[in-house]
């Protein structure tokens, strides 16, 4: 009896053991495919670089030349978080999906006036293919419209002096 008692025991344990075993395999292989699951649904990564060469010198000038403690620099805003389409019904979604991917480089925010009064936009090479022409005249359209000046600065010009001249056109 004593040694049946002792293979039953035995039994339970390597029993218990292989449980215990299969429920860490278990976990481990859940996590796995938890981060897996994780991957495959959030198929993102942070770029590296926010602003281009360009956008990041003319951005370094603006900032160095403009009154910061009456204006801030917005970068990289959507347009459809400042302008709104009008349109309703089925115009509606079309002209609002003209605007909502879309963003200029730098907003110039007055902070007295609580307003903007200032879009930027840097052009560089990608400016000269005819999709992007007619993208940025629909632009040019649209601030005219809204009565926002949008100025547009080519890349390979002197930064400096383009911006002295843009500011001097802000609200005293």
């Known amino acids: 009896?004593?040694?049946?008692?002792?293979?039953?025991?035995?039994?339970?344990?390597?029993?218990?053991?292989?449980?215990?075993?299969l429920w860490l395999v278990r976990e481990k292989v859940q996590r796995i495919l938890f981060q897996r699951e994780i991957a495959e649904a959030m198929p993102y990564v942070l770029k590296y670089?926010?602003?281009n060469a360009s956008e990041w010198a003319f951005l370094q000038e603006l900032e160095r030349q403009i009154d910061l403690d009456r204006y801030s620099v917005f970068p990289k805003v959507r347009i459809e978080d400042y302008i709104v389409t009008t349109a309703t019904g089925v115009d509606q979604k079309y002209k609002r999906n003209r605007i909502k991917s879309s963003h200029v480089d730098f907003l110039?925010?007055?902070?007295?006036?609580?307003?903007?009064?200032?879009?930027?936009?840097?052009?560089?090479?990608?400016?000269?293919?005819?999709?992007?022409?007619?993208?940025?005249?629909?632009?040019?359209?649209?601030?005219?419209?809204?009565?926002?000046?949008?100025?547009?600065?080519?890349?390979?010009?002197?930064?400096?002096?383009?911006i002295e001249q843009l500011l001097q056109t802000l609200p005293n």
Not at 8 to 19: E, H, R
């Open 49 to 51: 670089e926010f602003f």
């Open 1 to 21: 009896m004593d040694s049946l008692n002792l293979v039953i025991w035995s039994l339970v344990l390597v029993a218990l053991g292989a449980v215990g075993m």
């Open 108 to 162: 110039i925010w007055d902070k007295h006036a609580s307003k903007l009064v200032l879009a930027i936009e840097v052009d560089g090479s990608s400016h000269r293919s005819e999709r992007v022409h007619q993208r940025d005249d629909f632009k040019n359209r649209l601030f005219e419209t809204v009565g926002l000046k949008l100025v547009r600065v080519k890349t390979g010009t002197n930064f400096a002096a383009e």
